[in-house]
């Protein structure tokens, strides 16, 4: 079987199959859910480690797509069931594996309707996986809303309001904006069918088609429908401005579910500014992406700096990751091969370093039922196994050399420091002292809540003892550390999808600006010139 299709069926075979299972049945229901998610993380990883000798099923010149699966669904529309995966789709639909089998286990906690709560992740999740790896522009865009619309049901049921957020208002500005945040997307992609219908002489919503017709576009076309398709998926990443919604959703949401928003959802934005937006308008995005920069900053420093103002546990992770997609922001918009390869390495080892940390906040949340600091404290007594996984988490975020996050953040810096624009080097310094902002915030976290004299109403909590609750957080760290200290596999898979990127963006980059400095270098090993 194609492992993408094994991959995104796995939870969705489940999703429809807990529909039969009794309510009643809650261990039933969990180890289907769990079946499933261990199915997709065996195939997604069987995918990582296969994907250099897998052969080429589709090529649109810029991107060469490989386990190309398609199956004509709408011919006279030009719609058709098409999936097919470069480098960095493989290392998405594996973070988000590892984000679903982890987040299934740490979901052992739910207790109120379980069934439910299990359709809604899995269906999630299987939107996910559908929008990394839609080789097709309408089921891309299904596949985004299907991703969106069970977070309304998982948060609004199934989450919490506490003194600093308020779970309904939470539910709604997160919907509200992702909606129409699409939609906008929306009226840009319908253009981008229309016009590449006209060159191509007949109407496709193939991507590959559309990525080849998109060589075509008109320097006018680009510059009026970058802004829709690129502001469309901003709003989901988050971008300044626009990211208020994401530090509340966070706050309001159970565990599992904040570690998929943001393990692996805040990503589907990233990952659409870059498969669509840049892809299909590279003249626009030299044009504009300089702005851009700017704003990344904003997220950089604003994000830190809100971060280091808030007492509640789960608000200074949410603001430390609309800070960190800055960082990925960044790397995007220097529109150099090593910041465009750093900002997809971000976004993996982001998603890993969240999910492990709000995962852990659950856990100890479930007994004090508060993740206000000021109510904590000296909790790393009771709690040692739990308080050195956060710790570790902490130090991933902050940038230290070991984990996956500190090369990816150094690449993604020293990609806006070769970056030639009207900016110079001024969002590189800035984004170094964005690190600084980040250190401060998480060391007092760390500081208030798992140091000093321990609270008396905290001595009877329970530390992750069973195999069970010490699995997701293991697996988590293993993957910071492994890909922190062997990163070379990971980046060789990248840049399968970044270089031919970049060669075409580097063919469009106007005349008097070429970069000074020279091309990113292959990952080690690989004895190839970027």
């Known amino acids: 079987m194609n492992p993408l299709l094994l991959i995104l069926l796995a939870p969705a075979a489940a999703t429809l199959l807990l529909f039969f299972v009794g309510s009643e049945n809650k261990r039933a229901v969990r180890t289907l859910a769990t079946l499933a998610a261990a199915t997709s993380l065996a195939a997604a990883t069987w995918l990582f480690l296969g994907f250099h000798d897998a052969p080429v099923g589709a090529s649109a010149g810029s991107h060469a797509y490989k386990h190309v699966l398609r199956l004509d669904w709408v011919p006279s529309l030009g719609l058709s069931f ?6 960095m ?66 948060i609004g049921t199934w989450g919490s309001t506490t003194k600093t957020v308020d779970q309904r208002y939470a539910t709604m500005k997160l919907v509200l904006v992702l909606s129409a945040g699409a ?42 429908w970058f ?22 959703g966070h706050a309001a949401a159970p565990a599992a579910v904040s570690m998929l928003h943001a393990g692996v959802l805040m990503k589907l934005g990233a990952f659409g500014i870059v498969r669509l937006a840049l892809t299909w308008y590279p003249e626009a995005a030299h044009a504009y992406l300089p702005w851009v920069g700017v704003l990344c900053c904003f997220n950089i420093l604003y994000g830190g700096l809100v971060a280091v103002s808030q007492r509640d546990m789960k608000l200074v992770i949410g603001y430390s990751s609309s800070s960190h997609m800055g960082y990925v922001l960044l790397g995007i918009a220097s529109l150099t091969a090593l910041g465009l390869d750093g900002a997809v390495f971000l976004m993996f080892a982001h998603g890993v370093m969240t999910a492990l940390a709000f995962s852990l906040i659950g856990f100890f949340y479930d007994q004090t039922h508060t ?7 000296g909790m790393m007594k009771v709690m040692p196994f739990v308080g050195t996984c956060f710790v570790i988490a902490s130090m991933a975020s902050a940038g230290l050399p070991g984990f996956a996050n500190f090369v990816s953040e150094l690449m993604v810096i020293l990609g806006a420091w070769q970056s030639t624009t009207i900016w110079g080097k001024v969002p590189a310094i ?50 910071l550390l492994f890909f922190g200290f062997w990163p070379r596999p990971m980046l060789e898979m990248i840049q399968h999808g970044t270089k031919p990127l970049m060669e075409r963006i580097e063919a469009t980059r106007p005349a008097g600006t ?9 990952a080690p090993g690989t004895g190839e010139a970027r």
Do not use: C
Request: proline residues 4%; charged residues 15%; hydrophobic residues 55%.
């Open 430 to 479: 800035l984004a170094v002292w964005g690190l600084v902002v980040t250190g401060v915030y998480l060391l007092r976290t760390v500081k208030d809540a798992w140091f000093g004299e321990l609270k008396p109403r905290w001595r009877g909590l329970r530390d992750a003892q069973t195999v069970t609750e010490r699995t997701p957080f293991v697996l988590l760290v293993a993957v």
């Open 514 to 522: 070429q970069a000074s400095v020279p091309a990113a270098p292959a």
């Open 82 to 87: 098409h999936l097919g995966v470069d480098g």
């Open 183 to 224: 939609a906008l997307a929306l009226v840009g992609l319908i253009a981008t069918y229309v016009e590449a219908g006209r060159i191509l002489g007949h109407g496709t919503f193939d991507m590959v088609l559309l990525e080849q017709a998109s060589t075509q576009f008109s320097t006018a076309f680009q510059m009026t």
């Open 371 to 377: 993740r206000m600091l000021d109510d904590l404290g």
């Open 89 to 154: 789709g493989v290392a998405m639909v594996l973070l988000t594996a590892i984000t679903l089998f982890t987040g299934t286990m740490v979901s052992y906690r739910v207790e109120t309707r379980v069934k439910e709560y299990y359709i809604n992740l899995l269906a999630l999740v299987v939107g996910v996986f559908g929008v990394f790896m839609s080789l097709d522009l309408f089921f891309y865009y299904f596949f985004y809303e299907l991703a969106v619309i069970p977070m309304f049901l998982l």
């Open 227 to 248: 802004w829709p398709v690129f502001l469309g998926f901003a709003a989901l990443v988050p971008m300044w401005p626009l990211h208020s919604w994401s530090p509340a």
